[in-house]
């Protein structure tokens, strides 16, 4: 059994910086999907980035492409993500989530198999 929690939420505004974190108990196999989805009001939940864990190949929407950077301390048994230029319109909760494989690439959220309680995110204009 795996448990994952978020933390490093908040509120900034626009143009600014947030790092969240991600720590998983429990072991993780190599090769495992760690991924960051976000779910905002209304929204449906999407795939933000994710990453192989150990093996460090990483996915982005493209949305966040060039502003968040997912990134994991495997001594840590963390995986973080680090999000600068932040805009309004990624204000949402934010979930760790794991699962197999072949969810990395296509940032699947619905073959995710542990999640996270989540982590708020406000960015105010």
């Known amino acids: 059994q795996v448990q994952l929690v978020e933390s490093g939420g908040g509120s900034v505004q626009a143009g600014g910086s947030l790092r969240l974190s991600c720590v998983a108990s429990?072991?993780?196999?190599?090769?495992?999907?760690v991924g960051w989805f976000r779910q905002a009001p209304g929204k449906e939940r999407e795939g933000v980035a994710t990453?192989?864990?150990?093996?460090?190949?990483?996915h982005y929407v493209d949305s966040v492409k060039g502003r968040f950077t997912i990134s994991q301390d495997n001594a840590k048994n963390t995986v973080y993500l680090q999000m600068n230029s932040l805009k309004p319109e990624d204000t949402a909760m934010y979930y760790c989530?794991?699962?197999?494989?072949?969810?990395?690439?296509?940032?699947?959220?619905?073959?995710?198999?542990?999640w996270g309680p989540g982590t708020q995110v406000t960015v105010s204009s």
């Open positions: 989530a794991l699962g197999p494989p072949a969810s990395c690439r296509q940032l699947a959220h619905g073959t995710m198999d542990y």
């Open positions: 429990g072991y993780i196999s190599s090769g495992r999907c």
């Open positions: 990453i192989y864990f150990r093996l460090g190949v990483t």
